[in-house]
């Protein structure tokens, strides 16, 4: 409504993976909250406005865990708990992508 904004939606997780199982079958976009607030950083100071989507690529919950250090991981399926778990909850960033490789958001 107001056409001199920007609102910056997001997704992301503890800098350390804090469970000792990850879904092997659950997709995620989230980044460690360090990394994430540097991008969401970049878009602010830029010119952007609208609605972007800022997160990493699209990787399973267990992928993310082992990027996030955990050496020893035990792997566990959607249909292993009691509720219900969504098989994709990673964010569409090529709008971020596109407005890095054009130039428009510069990485830090």
Same mark, same amino acid.
């Given at each position: 409504?107001?056409?001199?904004?920007?609102?910056?939606?997001?997704t !992301?997780?503890?800098?350390?993976?804090?469970?000792?199982?990850? !879904?092997?079958?659950?997709?995620t976009?989230?980044?460690?909250?360090?990394?994430?607030?540097?991008?969401?950083?970049?878009?602010?100071?830029?010119?952007?406005?609208?609605?972007?989507?800022?997160?990493?690529?699209?990787?399973?919950?267990?992928?993310?865990?082992?990027?996030?250090?955990?050496?020893?991981?035990?792997?566990?399926?959607?249909?292993?708990?009691?509720?219900?778990?969504? !098989?994709?909850?990673?964010?569409?960033?090529?709008?971020?992508?596109?407005?890095?490789?054009?130039?428009?958001?510069?990485?830090?």
């Amino acid at each position: 409504m107001y056409d001199n904004s920007l609102i910056v939606r997001t997704t !992301f997780s503890p800098n350390e993976f804090p469970h000792d199982k990850a !879904f092997v079958d659950q997709y995620t976009s989230r980044e460690n909250v360090k990394d994430i607030a540097k991008m969401i950083a970049d878009v602010i100071n830029s010119d952007i406005k609208g609605v972007i989507n800022v997160g990493g690529q699209r990787k399973t919950v267990f992928d993310l865990a082992l990027k996030l250090g955990r050496d020893e991981m035990g792997a566990l399926h959607r249909d292993e708990v009691n509720v219900p778990i969504p !098989f994709d909850t990673s964010l569409n960033t090529n709008k971020y992508k596109e407005l890095i490789n054009k130039g428009v958001i510069y990485e830090s």
